[in-house]
C-alpha cells in the first residue's frame, strides 16, 4: 500500500501549484482585460486629435439635440416633447418614436459627472460615449467567448474587436449613433444567454432580460435576439439537447423581456403584435410542450408514457393550429404580412427596390462588394471558416449558438452593408477561437519537441490538474473503506481493494495523456513556421486597423479634408451654411432640402425644416422630391404652399465632392414618381443614360434641382466643368424667375435660395379684353416693355 500513499501525497503539491497558477492566470487576464479596454478607448480617438471634438454624420446629430432637451428641460418633458421644428406642418413627437437608450445614457453620465463637479458640456459627453462603450463591448465578448471555448480565446476575441474596422466605424468619438451603445447590449445579451444555458442560474436569467429591455430601448436591431435565440433553441429541441438549462435560459427571457419591451414607447404592442416577434411566441410554446414531455416520463411507465405522449402531442398539434390561425388572421389585413418594410428588405432583397425606394435610396442599406468586407473585417474573413470548425470539436449548446449566430450574421450582412456591423462581433469570436486554439497546438508542439523536456513537465499542469484531482479523490474513496475493513474484511472490500489495485495512478493517467499528445504534435519546423505566420497576420490586422481608425473613419462628414501639395485642406461649407441660415433668416422661417441634411439643419441652424433623416412619412418626402424636379415655377408653387422660404441644395461639381444633389437626384425623381405619378424617371434620362451634359433631356435641364446646382456655375471657369460628372454642363446661361440666390459658400458645396414673394394681384382686372390683348401683342412686336402696374 506505499505507492498510492506516495501517489496521494504527490498531489496536494500539484494541486497547491494549480491553485497559484489560476490566481495568477485571473490577476494576468484582468490587468490583459484593462488594456484591452484602454486599446478600445484609444484607437477611436483619431477624429478628436486630428480634427476637433465634434459630432459626426447626419443621425447624431438629432440625437445630440435630443439629449441637449434632456438635460434642460428633465426626463418628463422629454416624453411629452411634441417638436414642431421637423416635418412641418407636421411635426413630430418625439418621446414616442425615438429609441431612448442612446439618449438616457449620455443624460445619466452628464448627470452624474455634473454631481461630481465635473463640469462636462452635453457635447463633450456626446462625442466620447461610443468609445467608452467601445471597451465595454470588448469586454463583453470576452465573457461571451469565456463561456463557450476558454480564457484565451476570450482575451483573443475581445481583442479583435477592439480594433475591428467595422465597429470602429460606428463608434469613433463623434460618432453619436444608436449602434454606439447597441452592439454593447447585443453582445452583452448574448453572454448572459450563453452564462444562463451553461449554468442554469435564474438570476442570469433575470439579469439577461433586463440587459435585452436595454437593447429594445437602444435599437431597433433588437428584433435580431428575440428571434436568433428562438432558432438556437428549436435546434437545441430538434437535436435532442433540451435540457432544464435551456428552458431556465429561454422561458424568462421571452415572459419578462416581451414585458419590458412593451414599455419602451417605440415599440409598445409590437412586441406582441409585429411578425418580427412571433417567432419567439411559437417557440415558447414548443419548449413548454417538449417540457411536458420529459416531465411526465420521468413519472409515468412507458406503457403511460406512449398513451400520454400520443394526448400531449394531440393537444399541442391542436393548440399550434390554433394559435397559427389567429396569427394569420391578425397578420392578414397587413399588406406587409404585419412585417416592417425593413425587415421584409432583409428578407427580400429586392423587396425596397421595388416597392419602397426611399429605403432603397440609403447607401448603407446597399448590398456590399467583396471589397468591403476586407475593408471592414480585414483577416477575419478567413479565420471566420477555421473558427467554425473549432466550435464543432466538441460541439455544445454554447458553440452551436456561436456557429448560428455566425452564419445568420453573414446572410443578413450580404443584404445590407450597414449589417456588417452586426457580422463584426461573430467574426471577433469565431476568430478568436480559431487563433486560441491554433496558439494552443503550434506552442504545445514545439514544446514537446525542445531539447531538455522533461515526460513530467510535457504535460500543461493546468490540463493534468483536473485529472490529477479526480484520481486522488478515486484513490481516497479507494482507502476509506480498507481503513473500515481492517478488523473484519468482507468480500466487498476484497473487490474493492482488487478494483484499487488494478485502477491506474494519477501519475499514469498524466503520462497516457502526454503520450497522447506528443502523438498529436505538429512537427518542430511546420510549428515554428504557422507560429511565425499568424503573428504576421496579426502585425497585418493591426496595422491595417489603426489605419481604418486614423485615415478611414476618423474624418467628420461636415467637416471634409484633402490633401494637396501644400498640406492638409479644409473645407468647412456645411457649418459655414448652417451659421449663415442661423444668423441671417428668422427664427420662424422654414428650410427644405433634401431629407439628408434635415437633423443637420435644424440642430446647427435651430430652423425648422420640411423633412428629415427619420423619414417615417413617404408622402411628404415624395413632395420635396416632387418640387425638386419639377421646372422652376411648378416647384415655387409645392414650396409656397408648404410656407417654405429657404432652399438649400448641395453641390460638388466645383471641388469634386461625389454625395452632392445631382448624385442623389434620380432618388428624388423615384420617390416623387411613387407617389405622384406624373413625374416619370425616363423623362430624365437620354437612352436609359443619366447625363447633365449638352446631351441630357429638356425635362433633367429644366428642372428645379438642375438650376439651382448649376446656376451662375460657368463663372468660375468659364467652361461650367462638372469635376463629380467628368463632363460640362448642357445648359450654362440662364436666370431663375422665382428663386434668388442668397448665400453660397467658400467652395460652392452649399448653396441657398430665397423664394421671391408672389407678385400682387390687379383688382377688377381678371380678364382681358381681345383688343387689349391685340394692342398688348402689337406693343411687343414694337419692342415697348408692358407696364407690370396695368
Aim: net charge positive; glycine share 6%.
Amino acid at each position: 500500500m506505499a505507492a498510492p500513499e506516495t501517489s496521494t501525497a504527490a498531489v496536494p503539491t500539484l494541486y497547491t501549484n494549480n491553485t497559484l497558477r489560476n490566481a495568477f492566470g485571473g490577476v494576468l487576464s484582468f490587468f490583459i482585460l484593462l488594456l484591452i479596454g484602454v486599446l478600445a478607448f484609444s484607437i477611436r480617438l483619431f477624429s478628436v486629435i486630428k480634427y476637433e471634438s465634434v459630432i459626426h454624420e447626419f443621425d447624431p446629430y438629432f440625437n445630440y439635440r435630443v439629449t441637449q432637451f434632456l438635460t434642460k428641460k428633465g426626463i418628463y418633458d422629454f416624453w411629452n416633447w411634441f417638436d414642431d421644428r421637423t416635418w412641418y406642418p407636421l411635426g413630430r413627437v418625439i418621446g414616442g418614436t425615438v429609441y431612448p437608450g442612446l439618449t438616457l445614457t449620455a443624460g445619466t453620465i452628464w448627470w452624474l459627472l455634473n454631481s461630481l463637479n465635473i463640469p462636462l458640456s452635453v457635447e463633450t459627453v456626446c462625442v466620447f460615449t461610443a468609445p467608452i462603450f467601445s471597451a465595454f463591448a470588448s469586454w463583453a465578448t470576452y465573457l461571451l467567448t469565456k463561456e463557450v471555448k476558454g480564457v484565451g480565446a476570450g482575451l483573443t476575441a475581445a481583442t479583435l474587436l477592439a480594433m475591428v474596422p467595422s465597429y470602429i466605424s460606428r463608434s469613433v468619438a463623434g460618432s453619436y449613433d444608436n449602434e454606439a451603445v447597441a452592439i454593447f447590449a447585443l453582445i452583452f445579451t448574448f453572454s448572459l444567454y450563453i452564462k444562463t444555458l451553461n449554468t442554469g442560474s435564474l438570476f442570469y436569467a433575470t439579469l439577461n432580460s433586463i440587459v435585452y429591455f436595454y437593447m429594445v430601448c437602444s435599437w431597433g436591431g433588437y428584433t435580431f435576439i428575440i428571434n436568433l435565440i428562438p432558432m438556437h433553441v428549436l435546434l437545441c429541441i430538434v437535436t435532442g439537447r433540451y435540457s432544464s438549462r435551456l428552458y431556465i435560459a429561454y422561458a424568462p427571457l421571452v415572459v419578462l423581456g416581451t414585458l419590458l419591451a412593451a414599455l419602451v414607447p417605440v415599440v409598445g404592442f409590437n412586441a406582441v403584435m409585429t411578425s418580427e416577434h412571433f417567432a419567439s411566441f411559437l417557440v415558447f410554446i414548443i419548449i413548454h410542450v417538449v417540457a411536458f414531455v420529459y416531465y411526465i416520463k420521468e413519472i409515468l411507465s412507458p406503457k403511460m408514457f406512449k398513451v400520454a405522449v400520443t394526448l400531449v402531442v394531440s393537444v399541442g398539434l391542436a393548440v399550434c393550429c390554433a394559435v397559427i390561425a389567429v396569427l394569420v388572421a391578425l397578420v392578414a389585413s397587413s399588406p406587409t404580412k404585419g412585417w416592417s418594410g425593413r425587415s421584409l428588405s432583409l428578407l427580400d432583397p429586392t423587396y425596397a427596390s421595388k416597392y419602397i425606394p426611399i429605403i432603397a435610396s440609403v447607401s448603407e442599406h446597399q448590398p456590399p462588394t467583396w471589397p468591403s468586407y476586407f475593408m471592414d473585417i480585414n483577416v477575419l474573413a478567413f479565420l471566420v471558416p477555421a473558427g467554425i470548425i473549432a466550435c464543432f470539436l466538441p460541439l455544445t449548446d454554447a458553440s452551436s449558438f456561436v456557429v448560428l449566430y455566425i452564419a445568420t450574421s453573414v446572410y443578413f450582412s450580404g443584404v445590407m452593408v450597414r449589417l456588417i456591423l452586426v457580422l463584426a462581433p461573430a467574426a471577433c469570436i469565431t476568430s478568436g477561437i480559431a487563433l486560441s486554439e491554433a496558439f494552443d497546438v503550434l506552442t504545445r508542439s514545439i514544446k514537446f519537441q525542445l531539447p531538455g523536456v522533461s515526460s513530467g513537465a510535457e504535460v500543461d499542469e493546468g490540463e493534468t490538474s483536473s485529472e490529477t484531482t479526480e484520481a486522488r479523490d478515486d484513490e481516497v474513496k479507494a482507502e476509506k473503506p480498507e481503513e473500515k475493513s481492517k478488523d473484519r474484511p468482507s468480500k466487498k472490500s476484497k473487490k474493492k481493494e482488487r478494483e484499487h489495485v488494478e485502477k491506474p495512478s494519477a501519475k499514469a493517467k498524466v503520462k497516457t495523456k502526454a503520450e497522447k499528445k506528443r502523438l498529436l504534435a505538429l512537427p518542430l519546423e511546420a510549428s515554428a513556421v504557422s507560429l511565425l505566420l499568424l503573428i504576421v497576420l496579426g502585425a497585418f490586422y493591426v496595422v491595417h486597423c489603426v489605419w481604418a481608425a486614423a485615415e478611414a473613419y476618423s474624418a467628420p462628414s461636415i467637416v471634409l479634408t484633402s490633401h494637396t501639395r501644400n498640406g492638409l485642406h479644409v473645407f468647412d461649407d456645411f457649418r459655414e451654411a448652417y451659421a449663415w441660415l442661423r444668423h441671417n433668416t428668422d427664427v420662424d422661417d422654414k428650410v427644405a432640402s433634401w431629407w439628408d441634411y434635415g437633423y443637420q439643419t435644424t440642430a446647427m441652424a435651430n430652423r425648422t425644416v420640411i423633412v428629415d433623416n427619420n423619414t417615417w412619412n413617404n408622402t411628404h418626402i415624395a413632395t420635396v422630391g416632387t418640387a425638386m424636379s419639377s421646372p422652376e415655377k411648378a416647384a415655387w408653387e409645392i414650396f409656397h404652399s408648404l410656407d417654405v422660404k429657404y432652399v438649400l441644395v448641395v453641390f460638388g461639381g466645383l471641388i469634386g465632392y461625389p454625395s452632392d444633389d445631382i448624385n442623389k437626384f434620380l432618388w428624388m425623381v423615384r420617390i416623387g414618381g411613387g407617389v405622384f405619378p406624373h413625374i416619370k424617371e425616363p423623362d430624365y434620362l437620354r437612352d436609359g443614360q443619366y447625363r447633365i451634359d449638352s446631351q441630357a433631356t429638356p425635362t433633367m435641364l429644366n428642372c428645379l434641382m438642375y438650376k439651382l446646382a448649376y446656376y451662375r456655375f460657368v463663372e468660375t471657369d468659364g467652361k461650367a466643368y462638372d469635376r463629380v460628372r467628368r463632363t460640362e454642363i448642357g445648359k450654362k446661361y440662364f436666370k431663375l424667375t422665382h428663386f434668388e440666390e442668397v448665400f453660397t459658400t467658400h467652395h460652392w458645396m452649399v448653396r441657398i435660395y430665397k423664394l421671391k414673394p408672389p407678385k400682387n394681384r390687379i383688382r377688377g382686372k381678371t380678364k382681358k379684353s381681345k383688343s387689349k390683348t391685340s394692342s398688348t401683342s402689337s406693343s411687343k412686336r414694337s419692342g415697348t416693355k408692358k407696364n407690370p402696374w396695368q
